[in-house]
Each structure stands twice: as structure tokens, then as C-alpha cells.
Antibody, heavy 118, light 107 residues
Framework: QVHLQQWGAGLLKPSETLSLTCAVY????????WSWIRQPPGKGLEWIGE???????NSNPSLKSRVTISVDTSKNHVSLNLTSVTAADTAVYYC????????????WGLGTLVTVSS | DIQMTQSPSSLSASVGDRVTITCRAS??????LNWYQQGPGKAPRLLIS???TLQGGVPSRFSGSGSGTEFTLTLSTLQPEDFATYYC?????????FGQGTKLEIK
């Protein structure tokens, strides 16, 4: 059983950088990919990107130029940075574990609401 | 990107009803199709992976089928706790995309 605990700033101004961290408890850190997914208020889910335990990353082309995902294997932490935020980046951000191979998100964090407002 | 289209977008049903939600992919994704349930204010919960594999702890009234481009999620006998929003997601190729969601409401 994997437990994901996430945190980060919830209110940002336009042009600032969103920073979130996800701590992974339980399970096999090296056995999963670690993803970030977001959900604007009242809307659907958008995959942001993923990282594996060796630091290999893959991001959604729609956000790739602004996204950095990193991993600290000494702490089992995964982090997301999203630069130059605008109101369109207002969303609940989730970290989630993904099973390699079948590419399914099996465990999710509780989510962090990030609001971008001047 | 592979587009995932769910139908209907919303559905009203009663406790005890049988309902089916359809998910269509813009290209063949084999059986790399997963279903999630999301309650209000909650994170999504994985129900079914690989089109038809029920996850541990998920009631057997949930079932999934399909391959290629067309998939279905069936709830055989609706319970009060099943009224939620359901999403499909393709794991065939990156970027991994979700359907727009189907909101299941009590009639």
C-alpha cells in the first residue's frame, strides 16, 4: 500500500513559480513512476508529467516548457515546479503513482489546491 | 495526443439501476484503458485497469470491457455510494489522457 502526502504553496501571483512536493510512504519507490496530474475547478483531469527513481522524466508537451519534475531518492520525495503561472494554472494538483507497463495511476495523494490570482 | 471521449457526460439513475458508461479512443489503444471514480472534493480512485481488471476492494458490481477504441464501464446494481464522477484514462501512449468525465447523479 502506497501513501502519498503532498504539500506546497496554495496561493500564487501571476508569473510566479508553483512548487509542490510529494512524499511517498510504503510500496516500492523504484517500482513505480511518479506523476503529477491536475484538475481545474469543475473540470477534468490533465496529466502533467512523470519521473522514475533514476530521474528520467516525461512531460505533457502542452506544459513541457514550464515543467520541471525532480526526485530525491534519499527522502522518497517527488517535486513539481511550474514556472510563469497564470490564472489558467489554477487547479487541484495531485501526485500519483503509476504502475509501469500498464500505465495506470494506482494511488493518489489528497490533492493541493493552487490558486493563481493577482 | 489520443483523445478520449466519454458518453454520456451526465446520467441520472436510481438506486438498484444498471448503468453503462462508454469511453471511445481516437485511435486503437489495445486494452490500455483504466477507469476511476471521483467523489466530490476527493481524489480519483482506481476501479478497473487494463479495461477489465477489477482492483482489490472494488465491489463486483463494477465491471469493464472493451478493446481497441471502444470501452464500457458497467455498474450492475447502483448503490448510494456509487453516485460520483467517472473517468476513463488511456495508458497506451504519452501524454496520458483522460475522458472528460461522466457525472452519475441520483434521479
Amino acid at each position: 500500500q502506497v501513501h502519498l502526502q503532498q504539500w506546497g504553496a496554495g496561493l500564487l501571483k501571476p508569473s510566479e513559480t508553483l512548487s509542490l512536493t510529494c512524499a511517498v510512504y510504503g510500496g516500492s519507490f523504484s517500482g513505480h513512476y511518479w506523476s503529477w496530474i491536475r484538475q481545474p475547478p469543475g473540470k477534468g483531469l490533465e496529466w502533467i508529467g512523470e519521473i522514475n527513481h533514476t530521474g528520467g522524466t516525461n512531460s505533457n508537451p502542452s506544459l513541457k516548457s514550464r515543467v520541471t519534475i525532480s526526485v530525491d531518492t534519499s527522502k522518497n520525495h517527488v517535486s513539481l515546479n511550474l514556472t510563469s503561472v497564470t490564472a489558467a494554472d489554477t487547479a487541484v494538483y495531485y501526485c500519483a503513482s503509476m504502475i509501469r507497463g500498464i500505465r495506470v495511476f494506482d494511488f493518489w495523494g489528497l490533492g493541493t489546491l493552487v490558486t493563481v490570482s493577482s | 495526443d489520443i483523445q478520449m471521449t466519454q458518453s454520456p457526460s451526465s446520467l441520472s439513475a436510481s438506486v438498484g439501476d444498471r448503468v453503462t458508461i462508454t469511453c471511445r479512443a481516437s485511435q486503437s489503444i489495445s486494452t490500455y484503458l483504466n477507469w476511476y471514480q471521483q467523489g466530490p472534493g476527493k481524489a480519483p480512485r482506481l476501479l478497473i485497469s487494463s479495461a477489465s481488471t477489477l482492483q482489490g476492494g472494488v465491489p463486483s458490481r463494477f465491471s469493464g470491457s472493451g478493446s481497441g477504441t471502444e470501452f464500457t464501464l458497467t455498474l450492475s446494481t447502483l448503490q448510494p455510494e456509487d453516485f460520483a464522477t467517472y473517468y476513463c484514462q488511456q495508458g497506451f501512449s504519452s501524454p496520458f489522457t483522460f475522458g472528460q468525465g461522466t457525472k452519475l447523479e441520483i434521479k
